[in-house]
């Protein structure tokens, strides 16, 4: 203690001894002239207060029962800390994500250079399938792939699917731990979610991030093209996270870090897993993704688009590009026109009606229900195949 706290101390007691002599001294004078008012008792210290928290659950996600996280009486720093701890959830998820190597070869007017980058993949089947984005891979000549365990393998591509930017990919491993998917419908924002991949390339395996959803159906316009149903999230997705998994605290995988807006703060975005799920399972089946199309391309209606085209609606999916050999086009639409329902399902943005429309079967017959020039219509459309990516 200084020596000016110290004097303050002395100078304290002094003042406090002095403020006791003076009520000692009153108490006297009232009861020696007879005084029929008692003194009022001295409070007596109590113990130091302990503070209780009310019920708090945090799901078995974060590795432990029900009953341990559940509590109405005292809780220590120790407790707490044990029950917001996602280090058993951690444990759990590590094994599955996987460090992605690739080198390139760019060809210059004289010599070849080699490119190298990094990326993150999830094992899904415990036979050596991973996930992964398109572009981590894209234009690789070699791609290597090593697991939390320290095992490395070469690997190569079962297919790839440029529209939502995942591919898959094949190592000679078996009996792999794999991750468990959830369903990212169930989803709210202000859930927790947890993400984890490459980041950096920092050796020590994969890095790990918590945040929350911040929105969901996000749809935005990349460098690779325009990517829908998308999740946003302010967990840190750093370079190096892409292909990584983004866990829910059951230890889920609900989307896949895809990604990340350089120039703002906490602003991620990743594939939802009810979009990545029946593609990732047809290009280990198929190599591919067979899906149906009608041959526009489109954006959201927003409010300032609504404002700025005159629109008498806000909401739906509105053609930006439309091919003159598409069926749309053959139905009838145009350029300008806003789709906002499928047999009836509204679409009040593109990844609704982009997930709609991928859920019906090539040859399928629907009904479109759009807006041209502010009025309504409905046409029927047949849906073919859109042609295998190359």
């Not at 060809?107 to 080699?114: I, K, Y």
């Not at 990919?169 to 169930?186: E, N, V, Y």
Request: hydrophobic share 45%; aromatic share 4%.
């Amino acid at each position: 203690m200084s020596g000016f706290g110290l004097w303050q101390l002395r100078r304290r007691a002094k003042s406090a001894g002095w403020l006791a002599g003076a009520v000692a001294l009153a108490l006297n004078f009232a009861i020696a002239c007879g005084s029929d008012t008692e003194p009022a008792p001295i409070p007596q210290p109590t113990s130091t207060p302990v503070v209780s928290l009310p019920s708090l659950d945090l799901g078995a996600g974060a590795g432990a029962s029900p009953s341990t996280l559940v509590t109405n009486g005292p809780v220590s720093k120790a407790e707490l800390a044990a029950v917001l701890s996602i280090s058993d959830l951690v444990d759990r998820v590590k094994p599955t994500v996987a460090s992605i190597a690739v080198e390139s070869v760019r060809r210059g007017l004289f010599f070849d250079f080699s490119d190298e980058g990094a990326g993150t993949g999830i094992v899904v089947r415990p036979d050596g399938y991973i996930v992964t984005n398109t572009h981590v891979i894209q234009a690789a000549n070699e791609i290597k792939v090593t697991l939390p365990s320290g095992i490395s393998y070469d690997a190569r591509v079962v297919g790839r699917d440029r529209v939502t930017d995942l591919s898959v990919l094949k190592i000679d491993g078996q009996d792999l731990p794999f991750a468990t998917f959830g369903d990212s419908d169930d989803l709210r924002v202000g859930d927790w979610v947890v993400a984890a991949g490459n980041a950096l390339a920092l050796k020590g395996g994969p890095t790990v991030t918590l945040g929350i959803v911040s929105g969901k159906g996000r749809s935005i316009v990349t460098e690779i093209g325009e990517l829908y149903d998308l999740i946003q999230t302010d967990a840190a997705i750093n370079q190096g996270n892409s292909g990584g998994p983004l866990v829910n605290l059951e230890g889920e995988v609900v989307g896949i870090n895809t990604v990340i807006v350089a120039k703002a703060q906490g602003l991620g975005f990743a594939i939802s897993s009810s979009t990545a799920k029946p593609i990732i399972d047809s290009l280990i089946e198929h190599g591919r993704v067979v899906r149906p199309l009608i041959g526009v391309a489109g954006q959201d209606v927003t409010p300032a688009i609504a404002s700025q085209l005159n629109l008498n609606v806000t909401d739906g999916a509105i053609i930006t590009r439309i091919s003159p050999e598409g069926p749309a086009y053959k139905a009838g639409l145009r350029a300008g026109d806003v789709i906002v329902g499928i047999d009836g399902i509204p679409t009040p943005d593109m990844a609704n009606f982009l997930r709609l429309l991928w859920s019906y079967k090539v040859g399928d017959v629907v009904q479109l229900e759009y807006i041209s020039n502010n009025r309504t219509g409905v046409t029927s459309v047949e849906l073919v195949e859109r042609p295998a990516e190359s």
